[in-house]
């Protein structure tokens, strides 16, 4: 199982990106997908995750500027990022857990993608 990341890049405070992320493999089915990011110096931290059926969480910072969706049917998931601040630079991963076609449940990262917000 292989999760691919794309869509970021260089932004102006207050802009806009969309990360998307595209899973393939022998997957039978996904459950939880998320994002996650890692800043410089500091721990990956959760910035928003998406059950299958739709549910989502996000971390505090990001609130009412992020939106995470999926597309069940394309094996992906995207997070839109508004109002984008210079604390929002880093990498970011995407993750998902996958039943596999041999009954394996297994968690997969994609390599992430960098986001950098200029002041």
């Known amino acids: 199982v292989q999760l691919q990341a794309s869509g970021g890049g260089l932004v102006q405070a207050g802009g806009s990106l969309r990360l998307s992320c595209s899973a393939s493999g022998r997957i039978l089915s996904i459950g939880l997908m998320g994002w996650y990011r890692q800043a410089p110096g500091k721990q990956r931290e959760l910035v928003a995750t998406t059950t299958g059926g739709g549910s989502t969480t996000y971390a505090d910072s990001v609130k009412g500027r992020f939106a995470i969706s999926r597309d069940n049917a394309k094996k992906m998931v995207y997070l839109q990022m508004n109002s984008l601040k210079p604390e929002d630079t880093a990498i970011y991963y995407c993750?998902?857990?996958?039943?596999?076609?041999?009954?394996?449940?297994?968690?997969?990262w994609g390599q992430g993608t960098q986001v950098t917000v200029s002041s």
């Open positions: 993750n998902a857990w996958v039943t596999d076609v041999g009954g394996g449940v297994l968690t997969s």
